[in-house]
């Protein structure tokens, strides 16, 4: 039989994503320097969004509340 969770151990499913999506952005933002010059400027050179990360993301859950 499963362990009862208490208040501490229980998170949500928003917080578990927003954990791993802070996770990956620290990934790519060490693997960076290791992306060849070309392909930088290259995405640097690509239309950037005119919303932020996190409104693109957290607007839509707001919306569905």
Do not use: C, H, Y
């Amino acid at each position: 039989m499963a362990k009862p969770m208490n208040d501490g151990e229980a998170r949500s499913w928003l917080e578990i994503e927003r954990e791993d999506d802070l996770d990956e952005e620290l990934e790519q933002a060490i693997d960076d320097p290791r992306v060849p010059r070309v392909l930088r400027a290259l995405l640097a050179s690509r239309k950037k969004s005119t919303l932020d990360r996190n409104t693109t993301f957290s607007e839509p859950l707001r919306l569905q509340g």
